[in-house]
């Protein structure tokens, strides 16, 4: 059967990031076909390159076996392709049946004829067999599904085979989820292809008829649904699993609780709980990996250990002392450091010079209890972080977003670490940093842990976490497995990522 | 070695930014000046006698440039701080009552006391007035562009009331209050000049502003809240706190303009006692670059044009309002200049 659509060596370049790379796709007439990757594996921009908005810098599109050349959306419109955002683009105050109008009218169309444009959405909405609800109501007072279903609507209008959802899960409630795949369903009988992109490994088995598989803007996997499992998909997102590196010298079983957590939860408004009755004990020493695919609950348990968001229920303690504000400050004050995710926007202040930002926890500048801004005691302050880490930073006063990303993060952990903290709260530390940034980050947390701290690695990269941690504990949907020890069973992580097996 | 004073350094560029945006204001308003059928070199010619031509001019642009310098510092010190304070003009009007008030009903205090303490009021009553919309946005929430600028309403409504009533004038003749007396009056820099010492107190303000932001780790902190308050409250900073001592800062600052305005210039509240100095503020403060010293040269920049114009009406038949327009050329420039900037660094 030739397939509707076809790419062929798909490359796209950013800058210095290569979002694709030799992309292959075929998508045929009445399957669901999910793109599945990790956030950042180049899935969003595969399809901006399917809708036009991304023109990319080699390979083809065939369309019915003819080329397809597109400059703009429009093209795509024009061949047939369909693209429902994540932000929907939709007038609140404007009906259902206006809205549609909106999108749906003729070019060159001048008049509004509320009466033709109610008929032409009714019939449109029959012909999909999608149940709009009142075509009167202003769509802002409608459930976020029904108006995911005016998109899908809007999207279908025309002569659209191929239809393209970008995380459509993502901004619905877990109860209108079911809804929305009886209707996917629906279309791909009805001969319509679908592309759904997600990373949302329980959705792909329950949805899709074939499933290719990205990571780092290449195609690691295609296959179909049926030949496959959770764990194996798991694994491809993530990528091979090296054998895990020599393990540092484990910890004795007998020190101190340095973190305690206690049925920690974290209740999201309308959706499945974000952290769901989390507890863990990290010992004096230990440095514990949290794995699982991104967004199952890394980002809430990041946020309320570092005090930007307080939990619904449970406890946090630090050496045996109880966690009463979940603040920040308190937080710092309490001896949690966090080496946070992304460094321009939480690590440091970019526009501000080098020597400021190594005083940005401000303790250090304070020992002496002075108020005043000493530019000699703070450069001193600043040029011993830089010689004890081996930052590059050849001027104190240039602006810090100058420096490489692997000396940002070098001094990131510095200023972390200044202040003797108890616990360090590590997310992805080593995103997009060479072997060496990498390797420097890893011998500074050895350093304080054999001092006895305590970290919590918190990564999406399993490599990292094999190769790093002491023990590991797997996110799934806002619920942490049990501490798996060493040497750590690979498939039963795999199988704990994909929620295949009970935590 | 001494680290610069400036610390954001973002290139020559950064600074040349407010000369072109002068120069583009000045040719664009020549053209306008040539479209009305005048001679915009006379016009230039005359605006200039006018502000530098005679004691007299120097006098009043010092006397002008103190309340904008004033609030202009007001506004930079909260915009640094990333608190969108656009009530400069409201805690202006709420030092001057403060003014008002007890230079006409504290008269038994020696002049040695009551001076300062008229002064310390008008701070403290701006800071207040701005205190509300702090503590609006950290315990509520409340976006403080719409606070301040509400505030600002309110603080006009509170000056007309109390000139219609409890600090009306005994004559009871004109909506205003009594003349403060002389013990809280700020003393005249030179005798048959209006320019009197609360110009050099807000050049006083200006270096300590300065020191603060440069040189104290409370400013500091400000700053670095201004600039990225995500990084700065997970590096352990209490944003709120920041975000408060900024806005009462700032409202004292404005709050102080008020009142020396009451204590050296007017004598008297009455109701349109500001011809909206603390709006102007915000155009100062921009093309100061929210730096104290350049707020400095903006607010000199603002009351010549404003002292310059009536004699450019005067001696060239130029309207005084193109002098608004002047303004407003000046900041649409910079604003455009600043977004150019931005996008070329992006690039």
């Keep these: 059967m030739q397939p509707l659509l076809s790419l062929r060596a798909i490359s796209k370049r950013f800058g210095a990031l290569q979002a694709l790379t030799d992309v292959d796709l075929d998508v045929t007439a009445g399957e669901v076909h999910a793109v599945l990757g990790e956030n950042g594996a180049g899935k969003s921009t595969l399809m901006k390159v399917i809708y036009g908005l991304v023109a990319p810098d080699r390979g083809t599109l065939t369309i019915d076996g003819r080329p397809l050349r597109l400059r703009s959306a429009l093209d795509a419109r024009r061949a047939g392709i369909g693209m429902v955002h994540q932000e929907f683009a939709l007038v609140d105050a404007l009906s259902v049946a206006e809205n549609l109008g909106l999108a749906l009218r003729e070019p060159g169309e001048r008049l509004w004829h509320p009466a033709r444009i109610r008929a032409a959405a009714r019939r449109l909405a029959a012909e999909v067999g999608l149940d709009l609800g009142e075509l009167d109501a202003p769509v802002g007072t409608l459930p976020v599904g029904t108006r995911q279903r005016i998109e899908i609507v809007k999207a279908l209008a025309g002569r659209t085979r191929l239809l393209i959802l970008d995380e459509p899960t993502a901004v619905l409630p877990p109860e209108e989820v079911g809804q929305l795949f009886a209707v996917l369903d629906r279309l791909r009988r009805q001969g319509t292809a679908i592309l759904f992109i997600t990373h949302k490994l329980h959705e792909v088995m329950a949805l899709a008829d074939r499933i290719t598989v990205l990571r780092r803007g290449r195609v690691v996997a295609r296959v179909a649904c049926c030949d496959t499992d959770g764990a194996t998909l798991a694994g491809l997102m993530v990528g091979p699993l090296a054998t895990p590196a020599e393990p540092r010298p484990a910890p004795p079983a007998t020190t101190s609780v340095a973190l305690a957590i206690d049925g920690l939860s974290v209740d999201c408004h309308g959706s499945a709980r974000a952290l769901d009755d989390v507890s863990l004990q990290l010992r004096a020493g230990e440095l514990l990996g949290i794995a699982g695919v991104d967004g199952n609950g890394q980002t809430e348990l990041f946020e309320v250990l570092t005090g930007l968001r307080p939990p619904t229920r449970g406890r946090v303690s630090v050496d045996g002392q109880v966690l009463s504000r979940f603040e920040p400050a308190a937080m710092c004050a309490a001896g949690i450091a966090c080496i946070p995710p992304d460094r321009l926007r939480q690590g440091v202040v970019g526009a501000m010079s080098v020597a400021d930002n190594a005083v940005l926890d401000v303790r250090l500048l304070r020992r002496d209890g002075s108020w005043l801004m000493r530019p000699a005691a703070q450069r001193a302050v600043a040029q011993e972080l830089i010689d004890t880490y081996a930052i590059k930073a050849a001027d104190l006063d240039a602006p810090v977003r100058a420096l490489s990303g692997g000396n940002m993060q070098r001094l990131i952990v510095a200023r972390a670490l200044a202040t003797e903290p108890r616990v360090i709260v590590a997310a992805n530390p080593a995103r997009g940093l060479d072997v060496a940034a990498a390797e420097a980050v890893y011998a500074a947390l050895a350093a304080i842990l054999a001092r006895g701290a305590a970290a919590l690695l918190l990564s999406t990269d399993l490599d990292e976490i094999l190769a790093r941690a002491d023990r590991v504990a797997v996110f799934y949907r806002g619920r942490l497995s049990q501490p798996l020890e060493r040497p750590f069973p690979v498939e039963r992580l795999g199988a704990l990522m994909a929620g295949s097996e009970a935590a | ?347």
Excluded: K
Excluded at chain 2, 37 to 56: K, M, N, R, V
Excluded at chain 2, 142 to 151: A, F, K, N, P, R
Excluded at chain 2, 306 to 331: E, H, K, N, P, T
């Design chain 2, 1 to 347: 070695m001494t680290a610069p004073l400036v610390v954001t350094r973002l290139g020559a560029a950064r600074y040349a930014a407010p000369l072109v945006a002068l120069l583009t204001a000045l040719a664009v308003s020549a053209c306008l000046i040539l479209l009305a059928g005048g001679d915009p070199f006379a016009a230039l010619q005359a605006l200039l006698s006018g502000a530098f031509g005679s004691p007299d001019a120097w006098s009043e642009v010092g006397v002008r440039t103190c309340p904008l310098l004033l609030t202009g510092l007001a506004v930079a010190i909260a915009f640094r701080a990333g608190v969108w304070n656009i009530g400069a003009e409201g805690q202006l009007l709420v030092g001057a009552v403060m003014v008002a008030w007890l230079g006409t009903r504290a008269t038994t205090l020696p002049a040695w006391l009551l001076l300062p303490a008229v002064l310390c009021a008008a701070a403290v009553g701006g800071a207040a007035w701005a205190g509300i919309a702090g503590v609006l946005r950290t315990a509520r929430g409340v976006d403080e562009v719409i606070s301040t600028i509400m505030l600002n309403f309110i603080a006009i409504g509170l000056v007309g009331w109390l000139v219609h009533g409890p600090l009306m004038e005994a004559a009871a003749t004109y909506p205003q209050s009594d003349a403060v007396v002389a013990a809280a009056r700020l003393p005249r820099l030179f005798s048959g000049y209006r320019v009197h010492a609360g110009a050099l107190l807000a050049l006083a303000a200006a270096a300590g502003t300065a020191l603060l932001l440069f040189r104290t780790v409370l400013g500091f902190e400000m700053r670095a809240v201004g600039l990225n308050p995500i990084a700065t409250r997970l590096a352990g900073l209490r944003t709120t706190g920041a975000l408060l001592r900024a806005l009462a800062l700032s409202g004292a600052l404005a709050g102080l303009a008020g009142g020396i305005e009451v204590s050296a210039i007017t004598y008297r509240l009455y109701g349109n006692f500001s011809p909206g100095y603390g709006f102007t503020a915000i155009a100062v403060a921009l093309l100061g670059r929210l730096h104290p010293f350049g707020v400095v040269l903006a607010a000199l920049f603002f009351a010549v044009l404003d002292v310059g114009s009536l004699s450019m009406q005067r001696a060239a038949g130029v309207s005084s309002v193109l002098v608004s327009a002047i303004q407003a050329i000046v900041i649409f420039t910079l604003l455009a200049l600043d977004r150019w900037q931005r996008l070329e660094a992006a690039r």
